[in-house]
């Protein structure tokens, strides 16, 4: 990976642990990091303590607490990775989130930066994992609920509850606080989804298969309930669903998926997501997104902008659609050198979790509440900035029209410019690899078509909300496979005349090394919109069903990409792809659809095709500009503002 994320990765191993926090220097104030609560207490660990919940299940907690009389703020971590995997011993100048090596589940916050000054932190087996009684269920809102009254009422708490933690123990934060528990007194849900069926399973109808079997594993579940599969159909309506999944190539020509149909309790999860390819009650009767809008107590949100996936949407929905008024919210978009996300233990902007839990936990006025809502990193020029609105104001939304010759353009297409076509090739082995840079292996070109803007004659930030709108044809064939029944290779026919479109934005340097900012997704038979939830630069599509598209039928696509921050710098290129499958084989790496596909796509000037990107005007608080001194914070020394 190029430019700042190349350096951070490799400046991280190098500084120490007080030098990655998060500081602000603040305008006519002393630094906050003076007038937040300081370590001060010796830590004192009480394991397997047992706490009834109202059904009379019991579940084993860890609570590490200060070595001191007195009552301090609670802080609750809640997920299905357990308590034990949070107090295993990790790197020292922590490491990557790693879902190979297991290290991806610690994720509940640093119980030794937070107790030594001044706070509770209890971390629980849900029912069902590790010691805990009870039969393990993906809800975790009425236990959440239980375990934060039991807290307020302990003498070692002075009755006012916060969460910790990220991505599983953030999803778990909105649905506890969606119960009303009336110790919680604020939360801090960073880098969690909102949307089961969009965030996780499925991005753009597209199953997100690897995350979602790694996901499954690492959870010490000792006691499962019963899978929801033999009460959704009949035995009947179940076996017909297995036999057209069986016959769908794209279940097929994947060993594992195809397995799952034959034996469901080797992957249940996995199994009934297969049930379920559209978006319906099974997604969002889990999601926390339906009661978004009855939560109003005091809110820290935000994510990564590279956190497309599964983090990043979910921290914007909550943020769109919280009901937490917006003068108690904080919401802060971080850099990572990492495509899987912040590091373990997480703890990058725990300095920050501090400062707004001395606020709401304390009462201890640090001055955070008086700032701007939004503070984000952006990348590029590699700056802090506050910001009181997002989108921005100032944004000027243009859009990039797909041109004929590659190029995106500023200009209208006119009539009569041709088409790019791509073959998708289903058989492809795309590049191995966590993130977009750290190749393990060599891989097959993945066919895509480019669009590219510049080199740039000077800088340009984008910073929002962008989307895609383009009119393609599509037709489907079948696909050579080698088949053990036969001596000849035999054709497997597509279900129906569909495709997948991936999308990614890059930050092409000088010297050609790229860099991805914005990513998309879209099943084609999923291009129904949702007129009345739609914006310009957020289609919604439904996902509620698959419609049929004739060969050769030209259809106008729209897809978000999420939302990104970049400044593209002087000489640099902003480029679109446009391909059908992944290119890497990562952590999110989705089923590839099994037939080769010929897409065709127009951009004429009776049907347009372009890039919607929100501009930020050069000189809005150093837009474009890298030679102003940045605000802060920064945790890495070379990027602080001089004192």
Not at 111 to 116: A, I, K, L, T, W
Not at 471 to 500: C, F, K, M, W, Y
């Amino acid at each position: 990976m190029c430019g700042f994320y190349c350096y951070l990765c490799c400046r991280i191993k190098e500084v120490s642990r007080k030098t990655r926090l998060i500081g602000v220097v603040m305008s006519g104030k002393n630094d906050w990091h003076d007038l937040v609560s300081q370590p001060e207490y010796e830590m004192v660990l009480e394991e397997d303590v047992w706490v009834n919940m109202r059904d009379g299940v019991r579940l084993c907690v860890d609570i590490y607490r200060p070595k001191a009389e007195g009552k301090f703020p609670g802080l609750l971590s809640l997920s299905a990775y357990g308590k034990a995997a949070q107090k295993v011993p990790t790197n020292p100048v922590f490491q990557t989130s790693d879902y190979i090596i297991g290290s991806g589940g610690h994720e509940c916050g640093e119980q030794n930066y937070f107790v030594p000054r001044g706070y509770v932190h209890v971390i629980p087996d849900v029912r069902g994992v590790g010691r805990s009684e009870g039969e393990f269920t993906a809800d975790l809102s009425q236990d959440g609920h239980d375990l934060i009254q039991w807290m307020g009422e302990e003498d070692w708490c002075n009755g006012n509850v916060g969460m910790m933690g990220m991505s599983a123990f953030a999803i778990s934060q909105f649905k506890v606080a969606a119960e009303h528990p009336s110790h919680l007194k604020a939360f801090a849900p960073f880098e969690g989804l909102t949307d089961w069926y969009r965030h996780h399973y499925y991005h753009g109808g597209i199953l997100n298969y690897l995350f979602t079997n790694s996901f499954a594993r690492l959870h010490p579940i000792r006691r499962h309930g019963k899978p929801a599969y033999p009460s959704l159909f009949s035995e009947d309506e179940l076996r017909a669903k297995v036999e057209e999944l069986q016959k769908n190539p794209d279940i097929l020509c994947l060993p594992y998926l195809y397995m799952a149909t034959e034996a469901p309790e080797m992957n249940p999860v996995v199994f009934e997501l297969m049930l379920h390819p559209h978006d319906c009650d099974y997604y969002q009767k889990q999601s926390p997104h339906a009661k978004l809008g009855s939560i109003e107590i005091p809110a820290l949100l935000g994510s990564r902008w590279n956190g497309a996936p599964i983090h990043l949407p979910g921290a914007i929905d909550a943020l769109e659609n919280l009901g937490t008024p917006r003068d108690d919210m904080k919401f802060i978009m971080a850099p990572s050198d990492h495509y899987g996300g912040m590091d373990r233990p997480f703890h990058e902007i725990q300095d920050i979790v501090l400062r707004f839990y001395d606020h709401w936990l304390k009462g201890n006025d640090t001055g955070m509440m008086d700032e701007p809502t939004f503070l984000f990193f952006i990348p590029g020029i590699n700056t802090w900035r506050q910001e009181s609105e997002f989108p921005l104001a100032e944004t000027k939304w243009k859009k990039f029209y797909l041109r004929e010759d590659a190029k995106l353009s500023l200009d209208a297409p006119q009539s009569g410019e041709q088409p790019q076509i791509f073959e998708s090739n289903p058989w492809a082995n795309p590049m191995e690899g966590f993130g977009r840079a750290d190749i393990l292996a060599k891989a097959d070109p993945v066919p895509k078509v480019i669009y590219e803007y510049g080199p740039l004659a000077e800088n340009m930030e984008i910073t929002g909300p962008l989307a895609l709108y383009w009119n393609a044809a599509i037709e489907s064939r079948g696909v050579l496979t080698n088949n053990p029944r036969s001596p000849e290779p035999t054709v497997l026919e597509p279900v129906s005349n569909d495709t997948d479109w991936y999308l990614e934005i890059y930050d092409i340097d000088v010297d050609g090394a790229e860099r991805c900012v914005a990513e998309g997704w879209l099943k084609a038979s999923h291009y129904e919109l949702d007129e009345a939830k739609s914006k310009p630069y957020h289609p919604h599509h439904p996902h509620t069903r698959s419609l049929p598209i004739e060969p050769g039928e030209v259809i106008l696509y729209a897809s978000d990409l999420r939302v990104m921050s970049n400044v593209f710098l002087m000489g640099h290129k902003i480029r679109l792809e446009i391909s059908a499958q992944d290119q890497v084989r990562a952590l999110w790496f989705h089923v590839p659809h099994m037939a080769h596909v010929t897409h065709t796509i127009f951009s004429t000037a009776e049907k347009p095709s372009y890039l919607l990107l929100p501009v930020i005007p050069k000189g809005h608080q150093g837009a474009g500009e890298p030679d102003v001194l940045p605000l802060g914070p920064f945790r890495i020394p070379k990027f602080r503002r001089p004192d």
